[in-house]
């Protein structure tokens, strides 16, 4: 994390690592207590949150593509389309059930709140 965080070069490092699954690579990004309130799930902790990507990422390959980026060195907004790809059924899907195979899209208005250079607050509202 060599980019001033907060900045446009910063968050695509975390988009980066996150979308190539580097969980040490984007739990970089994470304050030990960071609150995460997304739609799917809600956790504080960074080991929580990663523990929960890799379920996800156990059953189904995610993709995040930046739409539109705003950013501070204590908050940043973004634009996310998120694409998933089940590699087997899962029922009880914390969004609905999805079967293996299936492609799902999504647009998602996604705040974070920075402190000492880590995400400490991430809160996220699905917009189609």
Same mark, same amino acid.
Request: net charge negative; glycine share 8%.
């Given at each position: 994390?060599?980019?001033?965080?907060?900045s &446009?070069?910063w $968050?695509?490092?975390y988009l980066?690592? /996150?979308?190539s699954?580097? $969980?040490d690579? $984007?739990g970089a !990004?994470y304050?030990d207590?960071v609150? !995460?309130?997304?739609?799917a /799930?809600q956790?504080?902790?960074?080991?929580a949150v990663?523990e /929960?990507?890799?379920?996800?990422?156990?059953?189904?390959d995610?993709?995040?593509?930046?739409l539109? /980026?705003?950013?501070?060195?204590?908050?940043c907004?973004?634009e996310?389309s998120t694409?998933?790809?089940a590699?087997?059924d899962?029922p009880d899907f &914390?969004t609905?059930?999805?079967?293996?195979?299936v492609?799902?899209?999504?647009?998602? !208005?996604?705040f974070?709140?920075?402190?000492?250079?880590?995400f400490?607050?991430?809160?996220s509202c699905?917009?189609?």
């Amino acid at each position: 994390m060599s980019a001033e965080p907060g900045s &446009p070069s910063w $968050f695509a490092a975390y988009l980066a690592a /996150f979308n190539s699954a580097d $969980f040490d690579g $984007f739990g970089a !990004f994470y304050d030990d207590r960071v609150e !995460f309130l997304g739609r799917a /799930f809600q956790a504080v902790g960074k080991d929580a949150v990663l523990e /929960f990507y890799r379920k996800v990422r156990a059953r189904l390959d995610e993709r995040v593509e930046l739409l539109s /980026f705003v950013g501070s060195p204590t908050i940043c907004a973004a634009e996310i389309s998120t694409t998933l790809r089940a590699h087997e059924d899962w029922p009880d899907f &914390p969004t609905g059930p999805l079967l293996a195979g299936v492609v799902r899209h999504s647009t998602a !208005f996604v705040f974070y709140d920075i402190a000492g250079g880590r995400f400490t607050r991430i809160r996220s509202c699905r917009v189609q």
